[in-house]
């Protein structure tokens, strides 16, 4: 079932359903309203109305973002929300609001950037009560127990998305790359309990050994071009963890310690979530969650994808890379933009930094 | 050792400097001014050079006199002068850079390092300038601390945990969360304000001064006041014809920026308001034969400046107000000396850039308004997305509000490796003969 009809069912059965920018939001909130969030990175857009609202130095997430939404591709949701993520999305989801009058409301989410603060807690908590008014005014309130059954399923969700990374990391998985992100990235719009049925079998259906290949981590904001996981298939790549912001950055690796009220409970999932530049968090940090990855998974290097005007990760691609050299792992950066096809020149770099490897 | 570097300081700053200053200031001028389509030239840009060649001169012998913090534009610099920091803004020295034609060379080290070149050019110059030490100031000094507040953009802070990351320097961040529609919070000022208190002890561990009330508040003083001079320095332009253009308005922000708190500042400002004020009076025009009034949108083209000043004036464009020298006039008046930190918190959260489209789009419309400006020019600088992504529908906007024409001209503040002049020109002149039609 494509994503517009599952959509589409989601509303028949009374849920509202919400456009989601890019990155980090309390998707439990969401759930507890009864909205179920489609998220929105990559969709299948051309170029042809976002050019006149952007300039041509916009990333491809926030130009296919627009295209998508003014091209109709986004009819189903009833509201749109716009985490704060990066610069280029705080002034999409305005421009959307204030200049080209979107008619359905446009919801804003600020994580804030001062890491693990007390401080940073409190005001993430007063910020997913003021959102939780927005919903309550679209989506109607929070019922009794709502929220600590949301967090429930974001319990389980989180569970059965680890137990398939762990699997693939240790090598007891045998689905291509590109089956992979297709089952991982469902959760993109699936309603929870829907994504973990679907994760769970999936992964029944794949536990098996790997398939051979050779180990490697991916990080950056994610798999693009879109058949990208494809072709690295194509070269015998098996991508055995990665630190994607659409994936692998957007969930802990291990269960947490979840405080009893339900507010704080959101608050500290969303604060404990693995070290992201778009939340401010520093080189050392992403470092050491990325050199985590690649023992944890026995990978043989770290491929970067470097998307194009994405300020937050091409800041730091520099000296994240630096340091996984200063811990001799290998690494290869190669500068990428959305769309369908890899270009040839990118696969030539990857199969050259295959034959480096020791 | 501080001692000595103590001494050093103090007299380089009372007795050296003074004397280099006033020596190079009796040298005859290397290029006499030719003809040109410009009224005369401000008198006060003396003082401005005297001024910052004297702060950044200075600012070498800093090191160990006093703590050295680096700077963003948009941080509440009135909590490091209570300290008696000696500060360095890397983003107006990024400006200097690009004005003298040296950002390309210094980006270029940035980017050999691996920094895009699609990343904002004040940071690749500021990283550029950390790995190579290139700089037209002869030196800057080594920084004790790094203070960021991420109202301006995102792209500062990735900049300053770079820079702290590379070179091993404490980092202090304020986080201002982006006001997306109203004003603001009690949620969010308690928050900023907050991490501003958090800020105090921070940087008595850092700088091993004590933090002094009494001082703060002067400097606060001091601070509201030089705002509210630049203010009434950008309201002169209002004035038919205008006695200075948004083109010297670049120019001479560079104090309220870099020097805010400092009695220097408000003293700059008093000489370059009674300036102006005596131009309006005698109706000394800035652009002689003034036909069209324009507003301009986003920082400068630094390494443009000069030509682009002198094709306006050759069609008898005066340019009288702009988005980005107004945002050191915009928000000081929340500051409040009964409520420090949390007046701090309003003033810099409030910025234009922290906040919605629908705001800026009102703040360019009310500009246009008071400034009767008749055209509009949007500077799209390419590697800054939070002043440029927008861009297109405001102009169309306020097309629409204010019946104004409007040009983009694609560019970027420092890096002209893009730009072509040329182009620039052409697509200029055709927009000017538009108007006139
Ligand atoms: S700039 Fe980067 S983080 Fe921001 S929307 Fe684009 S891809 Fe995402
Ligand atoms: S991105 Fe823009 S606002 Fe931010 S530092 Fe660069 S030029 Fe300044």
Redesign the pocket.
């Known amino acids: 079932m494509g994503r517009t009809t599952y959509l589409q069912g989601q509303k028949a059965a009374g849920r509202k359903v919400a456009a989601v920018?890019?990155?980090r939001y309390p998707a439990e909130l969401l759930w507890a309203h009864g909205v179920c969030p489609a998220e929105v990175?990559d969709p299948p857009a051309g170029q042809a109305l976002a050019g006149a609202h952007l300039q041509s130095y916009?990333?491809?997430?926030?130009r296919q973002?627009l295209e998508f939404l003014l091209s109709g591709g986004l009819a189903v949701a009833d509201f749109l929300l716009f985490p704060h993520?990066?610069?280029?999305?705080q002034n999409?989801g305005s421009l959307v609001r204030d200049l080209v009058h979107e008619p359905k409301p446009c919801l804003f989410f600020y994580p804030p950037r001062s890491g693990g603060s007390e401080r940073a807690a409190v005001y993430l908590e007063a910020q997913l009560r003021t959102l939780s008014a927005d919903l309550t005014r679209i989506a109607g309130p929070l019922r009794d127990g709502a929220l600590e059954g949301a967090l429930a399923l974001g319990r389980g969700r989180t569970a059965a998305v680890s137990e398939l990374y762990a699997l693939r990391a240790r090598g007891g998985l045998n689905a291509s790359n590109a089956e992979f992100y297709g089952a991982v990235r469902a959760c993109e719009y699936l309603w929870p309990e829907d994504a973990v049925l679907h994760l769970k079998a999936f992964t029944k259906t794949h536990a098996g050994r790997q398939r051979r290949g050779v180990p490697l981590v991916l990080s950056g904001?994610?798999p693009a071009p879109s058949d990208l996981a494809q072709r690295l298939d194509g070269l015998g790549v098996a991508v055995v963890e990665d630190d994607l912001?659409v994936c692998g950055r957007r969930f802990a690796r291990a269960p947490l310690p979840e405080p009893g009220d339900p507010w704080k409970a959101v608050a500290a999932r969303l604060l404990a979530l693995p070290p992201c530049?778009?939340t401010g968090d520093g080189v050392e940090d992403r470092a050491a969650f990325l050199a985590e990855q690649v023992e944890r998974s026995g990978a043989r290097g770290v491929v970067f994808l470097a998307?194009k005007?994405?300020?937050?990760?091409?800041f730091q691609i520099p000296s994240l890379s630096g340091a996984m050299r200063a811990r001799g792992i290998p690494v290869l950066i190669v500068e990428t933009e959305l769309g369908t096809t890899t270009p040839a020149g990118m696969m030539t770099r990857v199969e050259a930094f295959l034959e480096s490897l020791p | 050792m501080r001692v000595a570097s103590e001494l050093r300081f103090r007299w380089m700053k009372d007795v050296a400097l003074p004397v280099l200053l006033k020596a190079r200031e009796r040298r005859p001028r290397e290029r006499p001014r030719g003809e040109s389509p410009l009224g005369p030239p401000l008198e006060s840009t003396r003082s401005l050079k005297r001024l910052m060649t004297r702060h950044y001169a200075l600012a070498r012998y800093a090191e160990g006199a006093r703590p050295v913090a680096w700077v963003t534009s948009g941080a509440p610099v009135e909590l490091l002068r209570a300290f008696g920091c000696y500060t360095v803004y890397p983003e107006n020295h990024a400006a200097l850079c690009g004005a003298r034609r040296m950002g390309p060379e210094i980006c270029a080290h940035a980017e050999e390092a691996g920094f895009s070149r699609d990343l904002c050019s004040y940071a690749r110059v500021d990283l550029g300038h950390a790995l190579s030490g290139l700089t037209p100031v002869g030196r800057l000094p080594r920084p004790d601390v790094l203070f960021c507040t991420n109202n301006i953009c995102q792209t500062i802070l990735y900049w300053f945990k770079e820079l702290s990351h590379g070179e091993g320097i404490p980092l202090v961040m304020l986080d201002t969360p982006f006001i997306a529609s109203g004003e603001g919070t009690p949620e969010v000022f308690d928050y900023v304000a907050g991490q501003i208190k958090d800020a105090v002890p921070a940087l008595e561990r850092i700088t091993g001064r004590e933090f002094r009330e009494d001082r703060f508040h002067d400097v606060l003083r001091s601070s509201i006041r030089a705002s509210a001079l630049w203010g009434d320095v950008l309201a002169t332009m209002r004035h038919r014809p205008a006695p200075m253009t948004v083109f010297d308005a670049f120019v001479h922000l560079a104090p309220v920026v870099s020097l805010r708190g400092l009695p220097s500042c408000e003293r700059y400002y008093e000489g370059l308001l009674a300036e102006l004020q005596e131009r309006v009076s005698r109706d000394v025009a800035a652009v002689p034969g003034e036909r069209h009034r324009l507003m301009w949108d986003n920082i400068a083209i630094w390494f443009a400046l000069a030509p682009l000043s002198r094709l306006f004036a050759e069609h008898g464009w005066a340019g009288v107000a702009g988005t980005y020298p107004n945002a050191w006039a915009e928000t000081t008046h929340y500051l409040d000396l009964a409520d420090p930190f949390g007046s701090l918190a309003k003033t810099y959260t409030l910025i234009f850039l922290n906040r919605g489209l629908d705001y800026r789009l009102g703040l360019m419309e009310a500009m246009g308004r008071d400034y009767q400006a008749d055209g509009l020019v949007l500077h799209s600088a390419r590697s800054c997305?939070p002043y440029s992504v927008g861009q297109y529908d405001l102009r169309q906007a306020l097309a629409q509000r204010l019946g104004i024409k409007s040009v983009v001209l694609e560019g970027d503040m420092t890096d002209f490796r893009t730009w072509s002049e040329e182009q620039a020109k052409t697509r200029l002149t055709a927009f000017f003969e538009s108007l006139d039609g």
């Open positions: 920018w890019p990155a990175w916009v990333c491809g997430v926030v973002g993520t990066c610069d280029s999305i999409l904001v994610l912001l530049c778009t998307l005007f994405c300020e937050p990760e091409l | 997305k």
